[in-house]
């Protein structure tokens, strides 16, 4: 039973994983990274989030390791407070309140009880950077009111802000200035770049800037894909810079590595690049990233770098610039123009991913499963080429097919359109490309939808297009002498007094077909393609179209853009009710007869479920965004809820997400985030924490995990079940540890299998006694092998022990000497 007041308004996934530099930890074990109002932690090893930190009210613009204690981590939020959390335990130890909106945070190892942070003064445009006095004190929450002033005039953005040699300065950028304030002196030296009045110097905009952690030497990027080397900058006549000149277009990000022996650099060519000793001749590239580099941090260990990208994902490369971990989150595209699918298969969310791609996104982990390519054809980043795009998506007959249309146009007379039919090979287990037509219709497709009923017998699709038609599409067999095939052809083409068709959709049976054509809705029977009947409101043209369900089936929806809502029965061909609400969003529950409607308001977005039965809503809650929602979706629960409220039962079945202008995705739920990760998750985190080795793994902790269920079967008395594989240690630290490590594979094998039988001493209840009576007899048949190696071992303990009492073994223990002795340990002598 959940309580009504714990319904509320998360965010779920979908929060931009590059806002910030991703933090490594001090063993480069975890990397963490801002992600909307929370702070994730990965596995640097298994791409696993392991924890999420939960606790600032508003988008959380920075974080960094605590210079005391490299297993706190400090974070800043628009929510003016400052956290300090033991990231291993996901714990909140300290609350600072500073009381205005923190853009950034940086710390120092020489600054004692104090942090760095971007904050804005009156002016929206003027930022500061203060320093923040953190006072030492035993309760949760403090105030930290103690700011004093260190530059002015900077940018916002944290990659305009670094601090060098050690602490001793730090180093700002904006437009054409860069400003460096010395600590000691406190002295500020400014210069100034030429300014775009001049066409040659057009493009000489600071864009970021790091600091050499050990010299005296500052290196800041441009527009114009140029770093300069900064030195002697104390002196605001003496100062020199040198150039180096790679990346053709604006320098995303720097960073110095460790020892500052080179220079890592970033842009739009999605190619990271290494300058060694900071040399024009001596550089290294990683390229073909997949998208353009917004932010490079560096292990403190410095044997790991990671690059944050504009698709919204991080890599995690070595020191040998090799790849080793991507941490995919949910793309952001320009534009959702498929909207929110649930593919049947993997309940996965799908929409547009990367430029001509579906992608599979698990709500469940917040990640990416992986991607679609759909239009199979070389992206080519260039601002003034026309892209083709892929405009619509829809899945059909329980994921067997996917049907996708891709469209491309320079000019109004010149529209390129594509449809292509895609069926699931269980073999390859992904989708493959079945039928493609070309120019499926004159104009532009507004809709696609399959026919998902149950008793349907043959896949159908159908199409409608703003020419004024909407076809039918059938599966065919396309057999011919050489091999079994079939594919998809037109079987019937419709349409009403030349209107634009602009939505379509089947009754849950699939008897009847919905299409709207601008203010008119037409029923089609599914099986003749005659004409039933009509409905024409005249409220506008209708935006969104749905049939009823279950009980409600008999019912059918429209919203119109005129900001009418209307509901019509098909037994009685007349208006059952309407509501004058602007609906934006619009989808109906698959396993209830809810459906959920989003309208927009100039406060924000507002939430109605209701059933077609009845006008009066099940549920109303207001201002769910401050932004317009775009599109939304149910996706069913694998275990229902239990809701006894009637106002919340509409979640017990399905939960429905929805997607802002923004592109955040929310959702209505009871749990955290940290309560919904997985526990394999956790318990990584708990075994990456223990300071062991893989021979402690193999022999030692699986042979006392051994021990202690013997002890437990014997104190439970339980009947004993065959241990799953991923709960032997000894398996998943196998599959874990490199293979130059371990020993040969010879060595191993026998243990390994050894470890996936089941133990001898391994009994269920009902044969404790069968086995009893086993035992004795083989007592009696190995009675001189027992009494041979018992008066060795009495033997033994008379000259070791002298005139001490001879302990005598018991028959258990006289057993497990055995056990041991038959047990080969001659491979441990070839390490």
């Known amino acids: ?43 640097t090893a298994t791409e696993e989030c392991v924890h999420i930190l939960q606790g600032h009210r508003n988008l959380v ?50 600054a004692e009880d104090s942090v760095f942070v971007i904050i804005n003064k009156e002016k929206p445009d003027v930022f500061q950077l203060v320093s923040v006095k953190l006072p030492k004190s035993s309760s949760q929450e403090i105030e930290a009111k103690e700011l004093s002033f260190v530059l002015d005039y900077i940018n916002q953005s944290p990659k305009c802000i670094a601090f060098g040699n050690e602490g001793e300065y730090v180093a700002a950028v904006r437009d054409f200035y860069l400003s460096v304030y010395f600590f000691k002196k406190k002295t500020t030296s400014r210069f100034t770049l030429s300014s775009s009045r001049n066409k040659k110097h057009a493009k000489n905009n600071f864009t970021c800037v790091a600091c050499h952690p050990k010299e005296d030497c500052i290196a800041t990027g441009h527009r114009d894909g140029k770093i300069r080397l900064w030195r002697n900058f104390d002196d605001e006549k003496k100062y020199t810079y040198t150039c180096l000149h790679w990346h053709h277009d604006l320098v995303m990000d720097l960073a110095f590595s460790v020892t ?22 001596n550089k290294e590239f990683l390229p073909r990233l997949g998208a353009t580099i917004e932010h490079i941090s560096v292990s403190p260990a410095g044997d790991l770098f990671c690059t944050s990208h504009s698709d919204n994902k991080m890599i995690i490369i070595h020191r040998n610039l090799e790849a080793s971990a991507v941490i995919q989150g949910l793309v952001k595209d320009r534009n959702i123009f498929t909207g929110l699918m649930i593919d049947p298969r993997t309940k996965a969310l799908v929409l547009n991913g990367k430029p001509g791609h579906l992608q599979f996104y698990s709500l469940q982990s917040d990640k990416q499963l992986y991607n679609l390519d759909i239009i199979q054809q070389e992206y080519i980043n260039d601002y003034g080429l026309i892209q083709i795009e892929l405009t619509k998506a829809a899945f059909g007959c329980y994921g067997n097919w996917l049907a996708t249309v891709e469209q491309r146009q320079e000019k109004e007379t010149e529209l390129e359109l594509q449809m292509k039919l895609w069926t699931y090979n269980k073999k390859t287990q992904g989708f493959v490309l079945n039928t493609k037509v070309n120019m499926p219709h004159e104009d532009h497709i507004t809709a696609l939808c399959f026919c998902n009923a149950e008793k349907s017998e043959n896949p159908t699709l159908v199409t409608t297009s703003k020419d004024g038609h909407f076809k039918v599409w059938i599966l065919t067999d396309d057999s011919d002498i050489y091999k079994k095939a079939v594919g998809w052809t037109c ?14 959709c089947f009754s849950e049976d699939g008897s009847l077909l919905a299409v709207s054509f601008e203010e008119i809705v037409t029923i089609w029977d599914s099986e003749t393609w005659e004409l039933k009947c009509t409905f024409c409101q005249r409220a506008g043209k209708i935006r969104h179209l749905c049939f009823g369900r279950l009980t409600c089936s008999k019912y059918l929806l429209g919203a119109t853009e005129n900001g ?40 924000g977005s507002d939430l109605f479920v209701f059933r077609p039965s009845e006008p009066r809503p099940l549920y109303i809650q207001k201002n769910i ?115 130059h490590v371990l020993p040969s594979a010879s060595f191993l094998c026998s243990m390994f299998v050894n470890s996936l039988l089941l133990s001898k001493e391994t009994k269920s209840a009902e044969e404790i006694p069968d086995d009893v009576s086993m035992e004795e007899e083989k007592e009696s048949i190995d009675s001189d092998e027992e009494n041979n190696f018992t008066e060795e071992v009495q033997d033994t ?35």
């Not at 509409?650 to 959702?667: A, D, E, G, H, V």
């Open 1 to 43: 039973m959940v309580e009504e007041e714990s319904l509320r308004v998360v965010r779920c996934g979908g929060s931009e994983l590059n806002f910030r530099r991703a933090v490594f930890s001090a063993d480069s074990k975890y990397v963490f990274c801002v992600s909307g109002d929370f702070i994730k932690v990965y596995s």
């Open 61 to 110: 613009t920075g974080i960094q390791l605590n210079p005391k204690n490299h297993l706190q981590l400090y974070s800043c939020s628009f929510d003016g407070t400052i956290k300090l959390w033991d990231y291993t335990d996901g714990i909140l130890i300290k609350t600072f309140i500073v009381g205005c909106k923190l853009h950034a945070l940086f710390t120092l190892a020489c």
């Open 260 to 281: 500052g022996s080179s220079l890592l650099s970033g842009g739009r060519e999605s190619v990271l690049v290494e300058w060694r000793e900071a040399a024009e001749k």
């Open 491 to 504: 079987d019937f083409v419709g349409s009403y007094h030349k209107y634009q068709a602009t939505n379509c």
């Open 564 to 603: 009418i809502l209307c509901c019509w029965n098909l037994l009685s061909c007349a208006l059952e009710w309407s509501a004058k609400l602007n609906v934006r969003v619009m989808e109906p529950d698959p396993n209830s007869e809810n459906i959920a409607a989003i309208s927009q308001s100039s406060m």
């Open 625 to 739: 965004s401050r932004e317009e929602v775009q599109w939304g979706v149910f996706v069913p629960r694998d275990v229902p809820e239990s809701f006894t409220s009637e106002a919340y039962q509409w979640l017990n079945r399905s939960q429905f997400y929805f997607l802002t202008k923004s592109q955040s995705l929310l959702t209505f739920s009871t749990q955290s985030p940290e309560e919904k990760l997985t526990p394999t998750s956790k318990q990584l985190l708990a075994e990456e924490t223990l300071p062991t080795t893989p021979f402690y793994f193999i022999l030692g902790k699986h042979r006392q995990q051994q021990q202690d269920d013997k002890l437990n079967e014997a104190l439970k008395n339980e009947l004993v079940q065959l241990p799953l594989t991923e709960n032997i240690p000894a398996i998943s630290e196998l599959l874990h540890t490199p293979a």
């Open 797 to 831: 303990n008379n000259t070791d022990l002298g005139k001490d009492i001879i302990h005598q073994l018991s028959k258990s223990e006289e057993k497990e000497l055995r056990k041991f002795r038959k047990v080969d340990y001659s491979w441990i002598t070839a390490l």
